[in-house]
């Protein structure tokens, strides 16, 4: 009996410290959706317009499709962000957000960016 009972305390607090993990992530994103996210559509906005030339118009619906490409999914916000440094891995590391970080690169690395790298670049 006091085997089950030890068990089912046990099982509890995990259950707990799992919950708990859980919305510390949700934080997490919610940070990325609400404070790294208008920094990125400013930058790809501002970039896009800079760039503008016959080759490359970047109208206004180029703009807007490549603001939803890259905020559609929080890895995208994030990795945009890191790419551009508009945020840099010390201060994630400094605010205890690089865990997170490597969680979302690893639940969601289907959704991620895939950079191409020319032929005569590759070792």
Known sequence: MEFILIAAITLLCWMAWQLWRAKQFTKFKQYLFSEIRPLVLTDLEQRLIEQRCATYPNSDFHIMAAKEYWTAYASRILQYALTRELVSEEKLKQQGKYRFCQHLFHIE???????CVPND???
């Open 109 to 115: 690395a289907d959704k991620m960016h895939q950079y």
């Open 121 to 123: 670049q590759q070792h």
